[in-house]
């Protein structure tokens, strides 16, 4: 699928990687927002990128997705928080974070230092928030855009603006029209039918949608009869939901013309092609950074061999080339 380049208003000079070859381009666009390669790493999956920096370097990610942030902090829910399952794992970190505020103070100056797009995920508790928060990220330093999560299975109503799409359009509209910078919807595979809820987030003028976000799930301790998780439910990610999610990237591709972030369970350079053919133009790295913190780095090192074995020279001619 062919889209046009278009340069992103704030996103930043484009940062010319050292993974771009003059034979292999790994440039792709996310609607307004161009980047340097398509390798990203998932909210709450990377912390503030200052964690990562001794491990991971940064100038090589096509984009960074700091942890969601919230209006107010919050103390996120009761332990325990993340349980390990087969393939994959669960979490109900419960959007643990300091606020907008204390994320523009602290960890905004360090983000906008570095030469990536940042994409800021923010959630509100209502429409109206969200659309504050993204008002309130407008015109600064540093923010190349902004990912509304409206797909947190693990807060009070946190799901609900992205499981219906009348509110979905209208969150995505409001925040479209309060910023200047591109504006993602990223989604929840636990809906019935999730090309109504792309084509809403299209409507509201999405730049780009991401999915998925966490599949809801449950862990039990049958000995003590308790639910492992203190939440109860969380969300399962990992390994173990790439197949879900290539599900749903392929059936998003089918309903939209905008850009797809494809995310779940994505952990080498084969998972990223895997969704790139399937119709991802670009895909955000997550649990796997928990278990090898340089996957990224890996994956990038790998790309262009990837590309090349199917005589592709670009990221871009591969996105959904699927022949179902
Ligand atoms: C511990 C943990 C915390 C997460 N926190 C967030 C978050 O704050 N915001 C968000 O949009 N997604 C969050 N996610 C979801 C991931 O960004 C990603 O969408 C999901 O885990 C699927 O990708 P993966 O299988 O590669 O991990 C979190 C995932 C994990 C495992």
């Keep these: 699928m062919q889209r046009p380049v278009q340069l992103g208003r704030t996103c930043g000079e484009l940062t010319v990687s050292k993974d771009q070859t003059d034979s292999c381009s790994l440039e792709v666009s996310l609607g307004r927002l161009r980047l340097a ?26 984009g960074i997705i700091p942890k969601t942030i919230t209006a107010e902090p919050r103390i996120g829910n009761t332990p ?48 109206d928030e969200f659309v504050e928060m993204a008002a309130r990220l407008d015109g600064l330093k540093g923010v190349a ?20 799409p009348q509110m979905c359009e209208k969150v ?13 919807a990223k989604l929840t595979p636990n809906v019935t039918d999730i090309q109504v809820i792309a084509r809403a987030a299209e409507a509201g003028g999405a730049d780009a949608i991401s999915a998925i976000n966490t599949c809801l799930g449950m862990a039990v301790d049958w000995r003590r009869a308790r639910p492992l998780l203190g939440n109860v439910m969380g969300g399962l990610s990992g390994p173990a939901i790439k197949p879900i999610a290539l599900r749903i990237v392929y059936q ?16 080498n350079v ?39 074995e199917l005589g592709a020279t670009s990221v871009q001619e591969v996105v959904g080339s699927l022949r179902p």
Excluded: K
Excluded at 40 to 58: C, N, Q
């Design 37 to 62: 390669n398509p390798v990203l790493v998932g909210s709450g999956t990377f912390g503030y990128a200052r964690e990562m920096e001794h491990l991971v370097d940064l100038a090589r990610l096509g």
């Design 80 to 127: 325990w928080r993340t349980i390990e399952t087969a393939a994959g794992m669960l979490n109900s970190i419960g959007l643990d974070n300091d606020g907008i505020e204390a994320f523009v103070q602290h960890h905004l100056p360090y983000l906008s230092s570095l030469p990536v797009p940042v994409i800021v995920s923010i959630a509100g508790r209502t429409s």
């Design 145 to 164: 855009g902004i990912e509304l999560n409206i797909s947190c299975p693990n807060v009070s109503g946190g799901v609900d603006l992205g499981t219906d």
């Design 172 to 184: 995505v509209a409001g925040c479209r029209a309060a910023c200047g910078v591109p504006v993602i």
């Design 252 to 267: 998003i591709a089918a309903a939209v013309d905008i850009p797809i972030i494809g995310i779940g369970g994505i952990a």
């Design 270 to 308: 084969d998972d990223v092609m895997e969704f790139l053919v399937t119709g991802a133009t670009a895909v955000q790295i997550g649990t796997a950074n928990f278990y090898n913190p340089t996957a990224t780095m890996t994956i990038l090192d790998q790309l262009p061999d990837a590309l090349d």
